[in-house]
């Protein structure tokens, strides 16, 4: 029903080792048209995690054209990059985003003050209630003070991690942030990302949950990404069935698909 999978990740990203060729050929088995792989680029990301998120563009673009060359004619490989926002890297993604014929940017926010929450230390003697907040705050900084990115990442990726999942949180525990973060990137022109590893964390719902992707169309809002974040291939289009089911009962008819920067529509069916 959902023919693409815009964010994918192999052994470019610093939490993956998955060949891109074996990537290339789950996703054609799966029956998908278009995927992008969208690796990690956390510039600035804290050495004591033992891990890098950067990887070199030009390798990257020469290892990806060959990989078109090699599936030409069976599956539509676009080039993307998730780019991990902190409010003090405006100057330094730029070149990096201007430089390369990118189509396809995901902006996502991965650590508060240098903590990422997927490790325990982010929750050690800190309030369930006010961590979450305390995310959400962080991603509405980040966005307010850096534009160049089409689609909003995972937006309650924290839930993942959180002591509580999502059982105690919902939108209207963290209504007030929320909405300040959907209606920015409403009248910035953003898409919402739908993220299908929020299924395999075990949420038992997408990132974001059904609840904000219902209250970021009562804003207005109407583009949408879909994703699995997928690191390995067997991930790939995880939980589409499920997240078709929920996206067509809240009646979203359409979804986007990012080719050169620009969003192209595609019917939910």
């Known amino acids: 029903m959902i023919k693409s999978d815009c964010h994918l990740h192999t ?3 610093s939490d993956s080792d998955a060949d891109m060729s074996d990537m290339v050929s789950e996703a054609v088995k799966c029956g998908l048209e278009t995927i992008c792989f969208t690796e990690h680029m956390d510039l600035q990301f804290p050495a004591k995690y033992d891990l890098e998120f950067i990887f070199d563009p030009d390798e990257y673009i020469n290892h990806i054209n060959t990989i078109k060359n090699t599936f030409k004619g069976k599956i ?3 080039t993307g990059i998730e ?3 902190k409010p003090n890297l405006t ?3 730029e070149p990096l985003l201007s430089s390369y014929g990118w189509d396809y940017v995901i902006g996502s926010t991965h650590l508060i003050n240098d903590i990422d929450p997927y490790y325990d230390e982010y929750w050690e003697g800190m309030d369930e209630k006010a961590a979450v907040n305390k ?3 962080c991603v509405y900084k980040n966005i307010c003070g850096y534009n160049n990115y089409d689609s909003l990442g995972h937006l309650d990726y924290i ?7 999502n059982q105690k949180f919902s939108y209207r525990t963290f209504a007030d942030i ?3 973060i959907l209606k920015h990137i409403i009248d910035c022109g953003k898409a919402l990302e739908i993220n299908t590893s929020g299924y395999k964390a075990g949420l038992e719902a997408p990132n974001p949950s059904a609840d904000i992707i219902k209250r970021y169309m009562e804003l207005g809002g109407e583009l949408f990404t879909i994703g699995s974040d997928a690191h390995c291939p067997k991930h790939i289009a995880y939980g589409y069935n499920s997240v078709y089911v929920l996206l067509a009962s809240l009646g979203v ?3 986007m698909v990012y080719e050169n920067r620009k969003p192209r529509a595609f019917l939910l069916k």
């Not at 839930?159 to 999942?165: E, F, H, I, K, V």
């Open 135 to 137: 995310y959400y705050e």
């Open 159 to 165: 839930l993942r991690y959180a002591p509580s999942g």
């Open 83 to 85: 780019i991990g926002m």
């Open 253 to 255: 008819k359409y979804y």
């Open 91 to 93: 100057c330094e993604y």
């Open 76 to 78: 539509n490989i676009l």
């Open 178 to 180: 929320i909405d300040c």
């Open 11 to 13: 052994s470019f990203s």
